[in-house]
């Protein structure tokens, strides 16, 4: 059975810090997707990044940046200098064609806070 | 419209009452997802739909659950017989076509069952 794992449950940090949010998966396809989630305070679910298992290029975008191991099984996700608005509860999430590929599997997710 | 949108935003039922949750994808986006999400955790899925086919509806709880899309846009989850443990944050969600795409998420329908 597939699995997603974030073993982070609270991480917090003073602005201008960074922050890695971690995500570990359990899984025997070879094709699957993975995607990152922002939940803020108001409750609203916010489409982050997206990749596929094929490509383990790492890239950076804005302040965001993902470092994704197949070897390892971990989908990583940086806030670089952080701040006040990026408080929210992080969720990781991954599709697996054997389960459904319309069937995301969310982590329990990882609440960041960011004080000033 | 320019997200996916979802009505009621609040439903307060009394036990045993059955209730209609609608979502309306973004325009031109074929799948259309459910999901169920508790206090605390993740986001949990309940069913999706490719245009107005059911594709998998392996997470709907019990056969109280219901969804469909007729016309292959609006969407309809509908509980019959509510029950207190019915009682969450059931979230829509659409996307460009299929599942390896990113889904974008409504604001969500807050249901208190009690």
């Known amino acids: 059975a597939q699995k997603v794992t974030q073993a982070q449950t609270e991480i917090s940090v003073v602005e201008k810090e960074d922050v890695t949010l971690d995500c570990v998966y359990e899984t025997r396809d070879t094709t699957y997707y993975l995607f990152w989630y922002k939940q803020p305070p108001s409750g609203e679910l916010v489409f982050l990044i997206r990749r596929n298992s094929f490509d383990e290029q790492n890239e950076i975008s804005g302040r965001y940046s993902w470092n994704f191991q197949k070897s390892t099984s971990s989908f990583n996700f940086t806030i670089t200098a952080s701040q006040v608005v990026d408080s929210a509860v992080y969720f990781c999430a991954l599709t697996f064609p054997t389960d459904s590929w319309g069937k995301l599997q969310f982590g329990a997710g990882t609440q960041v806070v960011v004080t000033p | 419209g320019a997200g996916v949108s979802q009505s009621p935003r609040y439903k307060v039922t009394k036990r045993g009452q059955d209730v209609a949750l609608r979502c309306d994808p973004i325009s031109g986006h074929v799948s259309l997802y459910w999901y169920r999400q508790a206090l605390g955790q993740g986001p949990e899925f309940l069913t999706y739909f490719n245009y107005e086919a059911q594709q998998d509806k392996s997470g709907l709880p019990n056969d109280r659950f219901s969804a469909e899309r007729p016309e292959g846009s609006i969407s309809t989850l509908t509980i019959q017989r509510t029950e207190q443990r019915d009682s969450a944050m059931y979230r829509c969600?659409?996307?460009f076509g299929g599942g390896v795409y990113e889904q974008y998420f409504g604001p969500g329908t807050r249901l208190t069952v009690t």
């Open positions: 969600a659409s996307s």
